[in-house]
């Protein structure tokens, strides 16, 4: 049992959910180490968390003096052996079971302290299967942020059977007292609470657009102006990513074997078309 406050967090992925993460840590006073596997996306991952933080202080969420400071918490690597003296790591990479046991099974055997917290921001592999991946299951467990990590104030807290109840208070107590956010907690089931609602609406979605239904801009605007939504279910997946959409889906269709998570072939077709949403410049809308 240790009750030693979390200070050196590390952060493995630096793309659209591994960026927020390390922003939030980083603004919440934590030092904070982030993993890239290569020089090329250190630098992209860098800029994006520099371009949150320009964001915070051009809408006044945070001052030049706070975003300078949350700068200086940030150390960048390639080289995940530096994470061996961190507290609390959580890991934001691609939604890749292969991927992300292997992370968990290198981690394992590099973060020394046997108190620290191995934490994954998966939204739909079981938690139980990333800490079977390690020596100490015990150790491991789900912390699901949302995006835009920096804006949206929930986290789900995602145990497995095997998780130490001193690991959950822990992280519990990091993403509630120290970063701020609201926690739910789900079973280790895929999709967890959020996404095992959200992902058939926009699976419903997309399926509209592939039957004629209705247009991309007509659905949107139905769910903005009549549901008083923030954005409309084909915007938001595009804000997700639609290769993270299919990869939910498909996740949550192996696990419960449910028609209504099976991604349509139109997701498929962008996909494989390449047209991944906001982050690749084309989705169901053109971006800059
Ligand atoms: N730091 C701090 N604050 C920021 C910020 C940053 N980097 N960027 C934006 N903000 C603040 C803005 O100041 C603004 O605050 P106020 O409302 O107090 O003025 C607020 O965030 C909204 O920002 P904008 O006005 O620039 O943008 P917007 O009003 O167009 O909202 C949005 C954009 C926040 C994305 C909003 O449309 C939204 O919440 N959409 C829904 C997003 C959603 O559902 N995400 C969940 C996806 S599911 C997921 O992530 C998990 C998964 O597993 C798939």
């Not at 299967?129 to 807290?157: D, S, W, Y």
């Not at 208070?169 to 079973?187: M, N, T």
Request: net charge negative; with cysteine; proline share 4%.
């Amino acid at each position: 049992m240790t009750t030693e406050k979390i200070c050196r967090v590390g952060v493995v992925g630096a793309g659209q959910m591994g960026a927020g993460i390390a922003e939030v840590c980083a603004r919440a006073q934590a030092d904070v180490l982030v993993y890239e596997s290569t020089r090329d996306l250190v630098a992209a991952g860098r800029a994006r968390i520099l371009s949150s933080l320009d964001r915070g202080v051009s809408s006044g969420k945070l001052t030049e003096r706070e975003r300078d400071q949350a700068v200086d918490r940030l150390t960048f690597t390639s080289d995940l052996g530096d994470f061996a003296d961190r507290q609390l790591v959580c890991e934001a990479v691609v939604e890749d079971e292969a991927v992300k046991t292997a992370i968990f099974t290198q981690l394992d055997k590099i973060v020394v302290d046997p108190h620290a917290v191995l934490a994954s921001n998966t939204s739909s592999i079981a938690i139980m299967k990333l800490g079977m991946a390690t020596q100490n299951a015990a150790r491991v467990i789900g912390l699901h942020f949302f995006n835009p990590v920096p804006v949206l104030p929930l986290v789900e807290l995602v145990t497995t059977l095997m998780t130490a109840p001193e690991v959950t208070a822990r992280a519990e107590s990091f993403a509630h007292d120290v970063l701020g956010k609201q926690v739910i907690r789900s079973a280790d089931r895929s999709g967890f609470v959020v996404n095992a609602l959200l992902v058939p609406y926009l699976l419903s979605a997309i399926r509209m657009v592939e039957s004629g239904f209705s247009t991309v801009e007509d659905i949107d605007k139905a769910m903005v102006l009549g549901c008083a939504h923030p954005m409309g279910p084909l915007k938001l997946a595009d804000l997700v990513g639609l290769d993270t959409v299919k990869a939910i889906a498909d996740k949550m269709y192996e696990e419960f074997e449910e028609p209504l998570y099976s991604p349509p072939p139109l997701l498929l077709r962008m996909v494989e078309a390449g047209r991944l949403g906001k982050k690749a410049g084309h989705g169901f809308y053109e971006y800059e």
